[in-house]
């Protein structure tokens, strides 16, 4: 253990972040760094507990009293070696992990949580700069073959854990660049892209070969997946929910998904054949409170948006912990993020009916209602009511649609294989095989799981390469998660 008392001699402190006013000027990272000392003190707090709860709450297993350990020795190198023995991108979840980690840690019981998302952060971008972030090339060369269709956290995590394992990888991905939501869905100004083309070198460099707009089962037939020894599906859950209610069609509806990927594609000056969305000088409505919904927030405002509301159907969570809400439910509680401290009026309990238009077909108002939950013995929410007499108009010319993902798209390669789907829609695995109804065939991440977040789509594509290792060999030299450092 570092320090026994750290976790008695100093607070929980987060790195500086640039000002509101001056971060939506732009669409760059804004969480500076901890200096030296801060960043020692940090890790200082970690009190090495006997169970440690932190390992079991984050999916990927990471073994985080030690990786604290090392650090606040200074001791990067075994830092990094025990963080990227359980999780191939902390560059990722570092930057947007919500850090169930966290929620499990011992300390949040009387004190505020160990930082250890910042600490993930600053140890895979010391181990960059000191360049202990090298290609991994398998000395072994199986022979065999994997396709991996779908290049999102899972699917890279899938290859990294296969190419190291010595098969041969080709990712296929029908964008034009590689990344899946890490690249189009959330905005820069949370990951900075550039962190994804640094990963993607180095696994290239690894001997990945990345095959990008190629979507298989449209302009690459699924029988090319045919030449494979095994195959892994990790093409997400992208099929948006939508809201049909009267005046859907309006122009200025849309999907948060075509505002976002646009967004995100101007920024990496990729090419953008879709018609121009912007939230500039309108009044901008946000229906849906999760991540995705505080990512239009984000980008609106850094559009210069007029105003930005978002409404969310479900009642205003906790703010503290109750007894309804005790630990370790943390991340249950209401949530503010960083895209909310740059203006927005959020709203619970709200229910969105109609959208009226001009007479062009250009959206002018949405007709809202409020709503009354009633609640269980615990207190959460169980059924809600209208309240009479509270509907009304709010002005808006820009609505995105944020309310989650249904399932992955059956058109195209989920129908030319003829697998099969569960009773949600996601592609049909059983939990420890990986493997879908298709022999050779495995599936990860969203695709599998539905919507989730990218520590578990990382988790998936780690768990699914050993399946398909198995598979391929009779047994397999990837380490589990259950393997302690
Ligand atoms: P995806 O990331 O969806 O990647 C799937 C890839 O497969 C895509 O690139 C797609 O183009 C490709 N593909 C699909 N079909 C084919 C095909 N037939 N051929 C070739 N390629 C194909 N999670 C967090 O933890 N923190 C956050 O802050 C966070 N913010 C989010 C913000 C938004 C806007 C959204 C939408 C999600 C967010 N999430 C967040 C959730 C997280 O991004 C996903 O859970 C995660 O990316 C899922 O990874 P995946 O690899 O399974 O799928």
Known sequence: MGKATGFLEFDRLL??????????????????????????????????????????GCPLGNVIPEFNDAVYDGK???????LSSTNNFPEFTGRICPAP????????????????????????????????????????????????????????AAAAQLNKAGHDVVVYERDDKVGGLLRYGIPDFKLDKSVIDR?????????????????????????????????????????????????RELKGVHYAMEFLKQQNKRVGNSPI???????????????????????????????????????????????????AMPWPTY?????????????????????????????KGNLRAAVIVDLEWETDALGRPTKFKEVEGSEREIPCELVNLAMGFLHPQFEGLIQQLGIA???????????????????????????????????????EGRECARKVDEFLMGSTVLESKEAVY
């Open 199 to 247: 990963r993607v070198e180095v696994m290239q460099e690894s001997g990945i070969e990345f095959r990008t707009n190629a979507e298989v089962g449209k302009n690459v037939p699924a029988s090319e997946l045919d030449q494979y020894d095994a195959v892994v599906l990790s093409g997400g859950s992208t099929i948006p929910r939508n809201l049909n209610i009267p005046g």
């Open 101 to 156: 980690c966290e929620s499990a840690c011992v300390l949040g019981i009387n004190k505020n949580p160990v930082a250890i998302e910042e600490i993930e952060k600053h140890i895979i971008e010391i181990a960059y700069k000191k360049g202990y972030v090298q290609p991994n090339k398998s000395n072994i060369k199986t022979g065999k073959k994997v396709a991996v269709v779908g290049a999102g956290p899972a699917g890279l």
């Open 421 to 459: 789907v569960d009773e949600r829609g996601n592609v049909k695995a059983s939990e420890n095989s990986y493997q879908t109804t298709a022999s050779k065939y495995f599936t990860a991440g969203d695709m599998r799981r539905g919507q989730s977040l990218v520590v578990w789509a990382i988790s």
């Open 273 to 323: 054949d879709t018609e121009e969305i912007l939230a500039t000088g309108r009044n901008v409505l946000v229906i849906g409170g999760g991540d995705t919904g505080s990512d239009c927030v984000g980008t609106s405002n850094r559009h210069g948006a007029k105003s930005v509301t978002q409404f969310e159907l479900m009642p205003q969570p906790p703010q503290s912990r109750s007894a």
């Open 15 to 56: 790195p500086q972040k640039e000002a509101v006013e001056n971060r939506k000027q732009n669409y760059q990272e804004f969480v500076q760094t901890y200096s030296d000392e801060q960043l020692n003190n940090q890790a200082a707090r970690c009190m090495n507990c006997g169970i440690p709860f932190c390992h079991s």
């Open 331 to 359: 991340p249950m509680l209401l949530k503010t993020t960083t895209s909310h401290e740059e203006g927005c009026q959020r709203h619970w309990s709200i229910s969105t009916k109609e959208f009226l238009g001009d007479d």
């Open 76 to 82: 990067w190198e075994e830092a990094y070696n025990i």
